[in-house]
Structures are given as C-alpha cells and as structure tokens.
C-alpha cells in the first residue's frame, strides 16, 4: 500500500544514512559519534501513528537505530496565536496527546522509556481508541503521576511551546509529519520523486491546513485510502 510503501522508504533513507556514517567511522577510526536523528510528527495524524506503530519501535527495538541520538518532536502542524494559545489539526484531542507526549519525553528522557509509552498511545489510535491512552501507564508499568502533573499544568503548555519554536524554526520548514532530520537535515530528498502533492495527501499529513477548529479524527479516517481505515 502507499502509505506504507513511503514509510519504508523513509525508514530505508533513515537506516541508510546512519549505516554511511557508522561505516565511516570505522573507516576513520573514530569514537563513533552518533547521528543526529529528529522526527517531527503529530499525534492524532494517522501516518505518524502509523510510523510509529509499524516501522520506529521495531527499527529501534532491532538495533537498526544503535548509531542514532533518537528525538522525538509531538507538534507537527500545531499553530500558536499571539497569546500563545495552540490550535492542532486534528483538534483538541491531538493538542492533548501531544502535550502528554511531549510530558512523557521530559519525565522519561530513557528513549527506550519513553518511546514504549508514545508506541502505545499511537497503536490506540490507530485502533480509533485514543481517548484510552491513560490505560498506557499501566500497560508500560509506568507511574501516571508525573505526565499527569504536567500536562494539567503550566509545564505541558510551555513544553508544548518549546516544541512548536523547534518546529517553527526548522530550515527548509517541514511540509507534512512525519518529518525526519538527520544532522539538521530533511530526509525528503531522499525520496523526494515521491513528493507530488496526490501523493503526499495519501501518505502523510500536510502543514497546509488552514482550519479553526481542527479536523476531528473521524474526518481523517475517511480520507485515508481504500482499505486504511480501521473500523
């Protein structure tokens, strides 16, 4: 399927980046300074769920990402208005997720910690559950006290700012999430025959949307090809 298809290629481009500089550094004989790796994404948008799902937890599980310093970036195509209030694409929900995400990164900075706890937050989206992700401290042996206290206070708001300046300030900006970096540069010339606008509407979520309120989960669902949809 595309959607899937693209994700490999992603991943490929990913995997392929940081073999050329594992290589390199036995070539050179040096310590063996990790690759940079950024991935920009949003909640609630079903292709970053998805990549996160399918393809970033077992590549990191496999130790096909051991050259890589992981960070992960929950904003994607958020919007900040002059008082500093967010506006997510995927509506309330996804500002939410994303504030708890970003919650999770900061109380767990253990990549293999936190990454379980937002794989399991995106496979319930995935499943259209998402409003079940508190089931996920349990599920990860996970203390809920900590994310709780954050994103219920002023500590979630202001991480979620600092995500969106990160992702405000990337150079080229991101055009649709996921959105990988590697070394402060964008994956998509890697792949970017693959980059026509059909496309990109049909496996990934663009950063030109222009909604007040937000999509809600199930408008996105029914734009999502035939047979992606998980009724």
Same mark, same amino acid.
């Given at each position: 399927? $595309? &959607?899937?298809?693209?994700?490999? @290629? /992603?991943? %490929?481009?990913?995997?392929?980046? #940081?073999? +050329? ?27 970053? $769920? &998805?990549?996160?799902?399918?393809? @970033? /937890?077992? %590549?990191?599980?496999?130790?096909? #990402?051991? +050259? ?30 994303n504030t708890v995400q970003a919650c999770a990164i ?71 999430v996921p959105w990988v970096v590697v070394d402060g ?47």
């Amino acid at each position: 399927m $595309a &959607r899937d298809l693209h994700h490999l @290629l /992603l991943l %490929a481009a990913l995997l392929q980046q #940081l073999s +050329a500089t594992s290589a390199g550094d036995v070539a050179t004989g040096s310590g063996g300074e990790k690759v940079h790796v950024a991935i920009y994404y949003e909640s609630l948008c079903p292709y970053s $769920a &998805r990549f996160v799902t399918n393809h @970033l /937890l077992k %590549a990191y599980r496999d130790g096909l #990402l051991d +050259a890589a310093d992981l960070t992960l970036v929950p904003y994607g195509n958020a919007k900040v208005d002059a008082h500093g209030a967010i506006t997510c694409q995927h509506g309330p929900d996804e500002c939410l997720l994303n504030t708890v995400q970003a919650c999770a990164i900061d109380a767990w900075p253990d990549v293999k910690v936190h990454l379980g706890f937002i794989y399991c937050v995106s496979d319930l989206v995935m499943k259209n559950r998402h409003r079940e992700w508190e089931s996920c401290f349990q599920k990860q042996g996970l203390d809920p006290k900590p994310v709780t206290e954050c994103y219920k206070g002023e500590r979630g708001h202001n991480l979620s700012l600092e995500y969106g300046r990160q992702t405000a300030e990337l150079v080229p900006p991101h055009q649709f999430v996921p959105w990988v970096v590697v070394d402060g540069k964008p994956l998509y010339n890697d792949y970017g025959k693959f980059e026509a606008r059909a496309w990109r509407q049909r496996t990934m979520c663009t950063a030109d949307f222009d909604r007040a309120d937000g999509d809600a989960i199930d408008e996105i669902r029914m734009v999502l090809p035939d047979g992606d949809n998980n009724n």
